[in-house]
């Protein structure tokens, strides 16, 4: 059974940064695709960012340029280092795990930017 922790969480200020870990704990991890996904109040949960167990990356417009998704296979951990945080982004982020074992999802952590 896949289990996924999310840690790095927290309120900061505009403009100031982040990093988010995830690590996943069963399953093989270096043949999982990875995700984050964030959920604000009152919206549906939407992608931000993912990456391949090849390690291509893909990003939602509204991120690219100021996050980085990357993966360490040999510590079973996917991270999400975000820069230039705004308001906008303050929201749930999930970790998901995807592959032949099937779909995981952490239970997520908190990100508040203040203005």
């Known amino acids: 059974q896949v289990q996924l922790v999310e840690s790095g969480g927290g309120l900061v200020q505009a403009g100031e940064s982040l990093r988010l870990s995830c690590a996943q704990s069963?399953?093989?991890?270096?043949?999982?695709?990875m995700g984050w996904y964030r959920q604000a109040p009152g919206k549906q949960r939407e992608l931000v960012a993912t990456?391949?167990?090849?390690?291509?990356?893909n990003y939602a417009n509204s991120v690219k340029g100021r996050f980085t998704i990357s993966r360490d296979n040999a510590k079973n951990t996917v991270y999400l280092q975000m820069n230039s945080l705004k308001p906008d982004d303050t929201a749930v982020y999930y970790c998901?795990?995807?592959?032949?074992?099937?779909?995981?999802w952490g239970q997520g952590t908190q990100v508040t930017v203040s203005s």
């Open positions: 990456i391949t167990s090849g390690g291509k990356t």
């Open positions: 069963g399953g093989i991890f270096s043949i999982n695709a």
């Open positions: 998901k795990s995807g592959g032949p074992g099937g779909v995981y």
